[in-house]
């Protein structure tokens, strides 16, 4: 009879650790991890576990087996004469009776695997497995948010929370901070929102992505998306100016003579740019040409001004325009919004005179006054 339950007691414990083991492998190739990851987590568990549970100094070792998910905890123990500390020494004579071939200062294994041990063992398994998969997922979620920062995501508001928008990516959660909300737009729950990941960060309750509204980069990735030409190579977008939620400039560039950069961001009928001012909560946007000619392409950025001459320090990034008295306002724009895009879009300091204003005026040393006509572009008032 005592054979039978002995029998019965053994499959029981085949049956356990091969279920174990089925669950364990299911898990890791659910959530992408390497189940020696978790095998090697769990022992380590273990180790701490029966010292805890069982009040033992003792230096041991655990093993969980990969074929039947069975554990054994051996005691690592030097041979010695006369041992000093019971703990981590055992005599050679003692020793020899395990195996007669034992010497001092061999290291040996015993097992001391407790009769109780599969409760402790059981609920310690399964922390570590729910930790580790924790871990290996919030590793992944950062890896993959990580590769992606200077790119676009889109996901729903899930809620605002002293006034940092939450917004849910499926996968996680990113935060849109009070600085890089547009001041002009409101976001509620259930709103799609598309914003410019700005940076992933390692927190311990897992990665945190920080996303923007307000970023030249949002308006930059938006005509990537938008624009065909822009993804193939041919058309290039050289520089961005932005007063999210207000006014941006955007300068283009063509590597092929036969196609029109501004045109093409523009496309068929406005629908292009107009999708972007619509995602940007009606920004309003200038396509500009860019140019090599710093003179040409300060007198660009001024758009929709027409520019009469600009004479530029190649040197120092200064330069002096001219422009018609009727469109001096224009050119300086409200509150000088449209002179101080110009200027982030080139990166030249610019200071803009009427004709009336300059004439007679001399121009600083090391300034070479050249006469341009602006290339076409396009403007929140074309479009108007």
Not at 152 to 160: K, M, W
Not at 177 to 191: F, L, M, R
Not at 249 to 258: L, Q, T
Request: charged letters at 30%; a negative charge.
């Amino acid at each position: 009879m005592a054979r039978t339950r002995k029998s019965t007691k053994n499959v029981e414990q085949r049956d356990n650790g091969q279920e174990f083991l089925n669950t364990l492998h299911e898990l890791a190739k659910e959530r992408g991890i390497d189940p020696e990851i978790l095998f090697e987590a769990i022992e380590t568990a273990l180790i701490t576990a029966y010292k805890r549970n069982f009040g033992s100094a003792q230096n041991v070792r655990v093993t969980l087996s990969r074929e039947t998910g069975h554990y054994h905890v051996y005691a690592i123990k030097r041979v010695v004469e006369d041992p000093e500390d019971e703990i981590e020494e055992i005599s050679l004579a003692q020793a020899r009776t395990l195996k007669p071939e034992y010497e001092i200062g061999d290291i040996i294994e015993i097992e001391v695997t407790p009769a109780d041990f599969g409760r402790v063992a059981a609920q310690t398994a399964k922390q570590v497995v729910v930790q580790r998969i924790r871990e290996a997922e919030r590793g992944i979620i950062y890896e993959e948010f990580s590769s992606r920062e200077s790119d676009i995501v889109s996901g729903l508001v899930e809620r605002v929370e002293n006034r940092n928008v939450f917004i849910d990516l499926g996968k996680t959660v990113a935060v849109l901070t009070p600085p890089e909300q547009i001041p002009t737009e409101s976001y509620q729950h259930g709103d799609h929102i598309k914003a410019y990941i700005v940076e992933v960060k390692k927190t311990t309750k897992g990665p945190q992505i920080v996303v923007s509204r307000t970023h030249p980069g949002l308006l930059k990735r938006l005509f990537e998306l938008e624009v065909p030409e822009i993804q193939e190579g041919i058309v290039e977008i050289k520089s961005v100016a932005r007063e999210p939620g207000n006014r941006s400039k955007i300068a283009v560039w063509s590597n092929d003579p036969e196609v029109d950069p501004v045109g093409a961001c523009v496309g068929l009928k406005g629908m292009r740019v107009q999708a972007i001012v619509d995602e940007l909560g009606s920004e309003k946007i200038d396509i500009v040409k860019w140019n090599e000619d710093s003179a040409k392409f300060i007198a660009n950025a001024l758009s929709p001004a027409k520019v009469v001459s600009v004479a530029v320090n190649e040197e120092e990034k200064v330069s002096r325009v001219v422009v018609p008295d009727y469109q001096l306002s224009l050119a300086i724009g409200k509150e000088g919004q449209n002179a101080r895009l110009a200027a982030k879009l080139t990166g030249w300091k610019i200071d803009i005179k009427s004709v009336s204003q300059a004439a007679g005026e001399e121009l600083e040393d090391g300034m070479n006054e050249v006469q341009v006509e602006s290339d076409a572009a396009f403007t929140a008032e074309n479009a108007e």
